[in-house]
């Protein structure tokens, strides 16, 4: 822990990753801003999906719905309560909502496989309860859930001691900061013991648990932080649209996330991050050109990460790479 | 006494229906262990086929019956070849890459049919039981699950292709040492299963219609039957079947159909946590 | 007693695999398991780890009722398990792999000198940065007994240490088993009679689930019933 700390790879990746993140603003026109605080707020979903999935080995398909939990948590809690306790309700329901789902699922030590499409399951029936809530007895306090309409004027964050919510420009730093306070959480997690055993229980669980390791144990608490740290995400995409709807548990938007990690790199440290705001820059890029159908091109990229480049583009990038400076070093000498 | 006949006939109803749903992917799934993601493009490719040939003038179930698991049979064995073939043994993989057909399927209809719902009335006009009028058309429902039922085991039991798809299951690799083309049988299956898929998808247009993204409405009921079932296609799903269909039915009686649903996934969770490997692991071994 | 199973089975859809074995280790006693393919050993080995239930008997483990424990419960008692098939943590380094290891029952820097240490036990130490998966197959044998003694424990459970190695690498293990001996309790399946005889005091034969006979191993190999049972095996030369 302490080296990792310390460690220049570390520090590269803060420096740099701070200093992109402190100087988009300089360059960007408001409305980009505007974009890129919601590439921000994908790159951590991508990033607590990599977390479960690549770090945890646990097949998460419907990571995505814990997003659409933590918005929804958000919403309501902030149209009753206000936005700070909006933002821990947030993190608490996702995190709550795993630990049963995952205590049932890895103490009854279900398959991987199977758990994977229970999880997508999970996500396509609350899909259809949430559209299902039109009516005005699903209400919450103040809070209506309003069906296939969503929630419309989700309260912005304010901080407790700020007259004013947050703006667009503070919106962007709280939102690129915590992608950034992700990734080198996570980075500085595989490092330290708990994250070893976490990545021996993926790598091999009956060695794991021979020697005294409890894998059922140390699943549950990956897939809690993962849930939370997707649920957070959510709350900034409600907070940042002013909306939260129900296309936050569909199968489409459950498939971006895991599309992000899989084209970026499952398991690497910034794949994902790579992965989530090329990807949706490109369907932004095609909603507008509309040369195509976004779910025809997902599923084309689906396919083709899944059978062209099995480990994502990062680590087939560091290959060329590797491959051309080897290339160099013999035309040098 | 009719409440008791009307809701007997829904529960039987939603045995059934969760059992046509569920089958081909079933097929699927547990010869060849391949989850199919693409399974409710199957069933709603079946719709879109079916209707469409229906408004093209062709008979109603020669439609239901022939076109639409023909065309379903002929898109899964072309995705057999293309992809799943490539990926045989890495479940994880095999799931990823069928999801991905999934959405590009769901983007060519839209794209090709548009986002309106396609519709053909049922037909069998409807029976009276007491002051209650039901379908003629759910009774069907209830005929062609059984049928479908004894058609997959007499293939599975009786003929050679089934011997060989049994043998396979088994183990491919012994199965190919007897000359058994393990390649020809998998691509066999999963046209099997995509056929019966394509069938099911028939079934349920006239009373649901067809979307683009039909599928999406009965996967979640599909894969919840198909786990819980476990490995053995028809004895596990017809018993999942029955137990979950008779949950679904008895909630969504007293509720509505999305907690239905609810309860449904919530007893499948409960029944993976006392078997995780699904009822058939557990109580029988061999079979089908 | 360091193990003692009383009437212990374990019945495959009908198939009893173990039938009533009443099993006894005292401290300090190495104990070699021998048996035909199907004598039930491997399955009784399954047993004791957690792997698997049984059907019907008990199980105590250094002095705890081990009958219905999780693998990492019989673990955390202060047993060290080896799988029959190598069972490593395949993208981890050598090192990385004794580490987790030791740090079961290590605090902090002591675990790092305990995984050193045995680094140099097992003879690894020029390839501690490479993954296992590099290894020969003797090698991640070696590693695997390396973590599996690395956490110190009381009693050690070993399934086929000696399987799929030359001649020469059963040997060496053998030779590092014996070295790191020390005055822990040992059972060890095994089918390389070879390696049996040249660490073993007493054996216990299975047959049919059940034990045949518990002895000495000069006195099991003269016994007529334990050839019986090899039938056909060629028991008594090296390799079965």
Known sequence: ?333 | ?288 | MIVETSDLWRTFGGVAAVAGVNFRLEPGELRCLIGSNGAGKSTFFKLLTGQLRPSKGHISILGRQTTTSQPFEISRLGVGIKTQVPNLFEGLSVRENLHLAARRTHAGKAARLAAEAMLEDIELADRAGVPVRELSHGQRQWVELGMVLVSEPKLVLLDEPAAGMTQAEVERTAMLLQRMRKDRAFIIVEHDMHFVRNIAERVTVFHRGRILVEDTMEAVTSNAEVRNAYLGQKFGKDHD
């Not at chain 1, 209400?139 to 004027?153: C, D, E, F, V």
């Open chain 1, 1 to 333: 822990m302490k080296t990792e700390l310390t460690s220049p790879a570390f520090i590269a990746a803060l420096v740099i990753g701070g200093a992109i993140v402190f100087a988009a603003p300089l360059f960007l026109e408001t409305y980009d801003l505007f974009n890129f605080t919601v590439f921000a707020i994908m790159a951590m979903l991508a990033i607590s999906l990599n977390f479960v999935w690549g770090i945890g080995g646990i097949l998460s398909l419907g990571q995505a719905l814990f997003f659409g939990l933590g918005g929804y948590a958000y919403a309501i809690t902030a149209i009753n309560l206000g936005s700070g306790w909006g933002l821990l309700a947030a993190i608490a329901v996702p995190c709550l909502f795993a630990l049963i789902v995952g205590y049932v699922a890895f103490y009854g030590r279900i398959s991987d496989v199977y758990f994977g499409v229970v999880s997508l399951t999970i996500s396509l029936i609350l899909y259809n309860f949430v559209n299902s809530t039109s009516d005005a007895f699903y209400t919450i306090g103040a809070a209506r859930l309003g069906g296939y309409n969503g929630i419309p004027s989700v309260p912005p964050i304010q901080a407790p001691w700020a007259a004013q919510p947050l703006g667009f420009e503070a919106m962007y730093m709280l939102c690129a900061l915590t992608a950034l306070v992700f990734y080198l959480g996570v980075r500085l997690f595989v490092r330290a013991p708990f994250g070893r055993v976490i990545v021996a229980v993926r790598e091999n669980d009956l060695r794991a648990e021979l020697l005294g390791y409890d894998p059922r144990y140390h699943r549950l608490v990956v897939f809690a932080i993962g849930a939370a740290m997707s649920g957070l995400a959510g709350a900034f995409f409600a907070a940042w649209g002013a909306f939260i709807g129900p296309e936050t548990f569909s199968v489409s938007f459950a498939a971006q996330a895991i599309i992000w990690v899989l084209f970026g790199g499952l398991g690497t440290l910034i794949g994902p991050v790579v992965g989530a705001l090329s990807v949706s820059w490109f369907t932004t890029w095609l909603g507008e050109v509309r040369l195509l159908d976004p779910n025809i091109a997902l599923g084309l990229l689906f396919i083709i990460s899944v059978l062209l480049v099995p480990n994502g583009m990062v680590p087939a990038l560091r290959r060329v790479l590797e491959r051309l400076r080897i290339v160099k070093q013999r035309a040098d000498t």
């Open chain 2, 1 to 288: 006494m009719d409440i008791i006949a009307l809701s007997g006939i829904n529960i039987v109803y939603a045995v059934a229906s969760l059992f046509l749903l569920a089958a081909g992917l079933s097929i699927i799934f547990g010869m060849m262990g391949v989850i199919n993601l693409a399974h409710g493009e199957f069933l709603m490719l079946g719709g879109f086929a079916f209707v469409l040939s229906v408004n093209a003038g062709i008979d109603f179930w020669i439609s239901m019956f022939i076109v639409a698991p023909l065309v379903v049979m002929f898109i899964g064995m072309v995705m057999e070849r293309l992809i799943v073939r490539h990926l045989y043994g890495r479940t994880v993989e095999t799931i990823l890459a069928t999801w991905g057909v999934s959405l590009f399927l769901i983007g060519v209809t839209s794209v090709t049919l548009g986002y309106q719902q396609l519709g053909v009335s049922a037909p069998l006009g409807s029976v009276e039981i007491g002051d209650y009028r039901i379908g003629g058309y759910t009774f069907f429902i209830i005929g062609l699950a059984f049928a479908v039922l004894a058609f997959l085991y007499a293939i599975l039991r009786w003929s050679s292709f089934g011997l060989k798809a049994r043998g396979t299951m088994q183990s491919a690799s012994t199965a190919a040492t007897l000359g058994v083309n393990v390649g020809y049988v998998y691509s066999a299956t999963f046209g099997l299963g995509a056929a019966i898929s394509g069938l099911a998808g028939a079934a349920f247009a006239p009373i649901a219609g067809v979307t683009p993204v039909s599928g999406l409405t009965y996967i979640g009921k599909a894969f919840i039957t198909v786990i819980a079932g476990g490995p053995l296609p028809l004895i596990g799903t017809s018993t999942a079947s029955l137990l979950l269909g008779f949950i679904n039915a008895a909630v969504t009686a007293i509720s509505t159909p999305v907690l239905g649903e609810i309860a449904l996934l919530a007893a499948a969770i409960l029944l993976l946590r006392l078997l995780p490997a699904g009822i058939t692991r557990r109580f029988f071994r061999g079979g089908l």
